[in-house]
């Protein structure tokens, strides 16, 4: 299995596209580039140079690839529409039916439209199928280690928090039972699946999705992500795309039980403390970094993305590192990986 991240953030554009190939398949992940936050210490003219070389990589290497997973509607993951992009592909995307909230939807429905004129010569109004109701569990009963977890004097803001998050998922569940139902397709130069929670075969490789997991806290607003694992002849690699750390303890313990030979993994967030990332949960990412260190027999892990949006990473993410050193492991940026330092090493 040959792994090459294609962008990410440690390159000055945010992104999180990887490029994977084995003797059956060649796999591109989450294809989107986005622009730096303005607090990002350089210029515009760099930011704008960065993102563009992002855009021109991202599609030399769709070109070679087999199948491209979207694992959700942020620009950063996906690019809007490109027919070159996806032409010829297989694709499997995060579904727009549910486990979605109202502006990634949207950005599905808009970017389902393009590939259905595009692709198919055909409106995706006239595709569109009545839904079937369907129950949703809270999520919280799936996460049985974070949801017991003792956060002392925050576990009362806590619990309103999760309370809030339930009425607003509740909410949600009434939208996505209203919507009408964007169904898998398929054209002469396309196909499009919803892979979450499933497994595929290409030869010798198996590929596995995740169901939806939450972009980083529970119930946090911007929606749901699946995670990518790829399998061949002993060899495993785990995408995370945002987990955001993992913050979430029940998601470090998947990755944990996995036990991947290579790791792929986004940090969290440390650009946003205090003000969308508060301290706990920033610790809460760096313990479940440090027990996957720990736990695991990974021996490369690539930590980027939201990461190296901010210069401090280093000293705020201090004792992953020093963990890693002591067990011997590799810990690197996706630009460290390829040989050259990450952006913020170098700016004048």
């Keep these: 299995m040959q792994v090459k991240p294609i962008w990410s953030d440690s390159m000055g554009a945010k992104s999180f596209c990887t490029f994977v190939e084995t003797p059956d398949i060649r796999i591109l992940i989450d294809?989107?580039?986005?622009?730096?936050?303005?607090?990002?210490?350089?210029?515009?003219?760099?930011k704008m140079h960065w993102l563009r070389k992002a855009k021109r990589k991202i599609k030399r290497a769709s070109k070679k690839a087999d199948l491209i997973v979207i694992s959700h509607y942020h620009y950063d993951h996906f690019t809007d529409f490109d027919k070159n992009l996806y032409k010829e592909k297989k694709l499997f995307l995060k579904n727009p039916n549910e486990y979605i909230n109202y502006s990634q939807r949207k950005r599905s429905e808009n970017f389902l439209q393009n590939i259905c004129k595009s692709f198919g010569n055909v409106d995706l109004r006239d595709l569109l199928v009545k839904r079937k109701f369907k129950g949703y569990e809270d999520p919280r009963k799936?996460?049985?280690?974070?949801?017991?977890?003792?956060?002392g004097s925050?576990?009362?803001?806590?619990?309103?928090?999760l309370d809030k998050g339930g009425n607003w998922f509740g909410k949600l569940t009434k939208h996505w039972n209203e919507i009408p139902e964007v169904p898998e397709l398929k054209f002469d130069k396309l196909e499009l699946r919803?892979?979450?929670?499933?497994?595929?075969?290409f030869g010798n490789t198996k590929l596995k999705f995740t169901g939806p997991l939450f972009h980083g806290i529970?119930?946090?607003?911007?929606?749901w992500i699946f995670s990518t694992i790829i399998e061949h002849k002993g060899e495993k690699l785990i995408y995370s795309s945002d987990m955001n750390g993992p913050i979430i303890e029940d998601y470090g313990e998947w990755i944990i039980r996995e036990n991947p030979t290579v790791l792929i993994l986004?940090?969290?967030?440390?650009?946003?403390?205090?003000?969308?990332?508060?301290l706990i949960n920033l610790h809460r990412a760096i313990e479940n970094i440090?027990?996957?260190?720990?736990?695991?027999?990974?021996?490369?892990?690539?930590?980027?993305?939201?990461?190296?949006?901010?210069?401090?990473?280093?000293?705020?993410l201090r004792e992953v590192y020093k963990t890693a050193k002591r067990k011997n492991k590799e810990v690197l940026t996706a630009a460290e990986y390829l040989g050259k330092p990450p952006v913020l090493d170098v700016l004048d």
């Design 31 to 46: 294809p989107g580039a986005a622009i730096m936050q303005p607090s990002f210490p350089a210029s515009i003219a760099k």
């Design 142 to 151: 799936e996460l049985p280690i974070a949801m017991s977890k003792d956060f």
């Design 154 to 161: 925050y576990s009362e803001r806590r619990k309103e928090l």
């Design 194 to 201: 919803y892979p979450e929670g499933k497994e595929f075969e």
């Design 218 to 223: 529970e119930y946090a607003r911007v929606g």
């Design 266 to 278: 986004d940090g969290p967030a440390t650009y946003l403390v205090p003000y969308m990332l508060n």
């Design 290 to 316: 440090i027990r996957i260190i720990k736990k695991t027999n990974t021996k490369s892990i690539i930590l980027d993305h939201h990461l190296p949006r901010d210069y401090r990473y280093r000293e705020t």
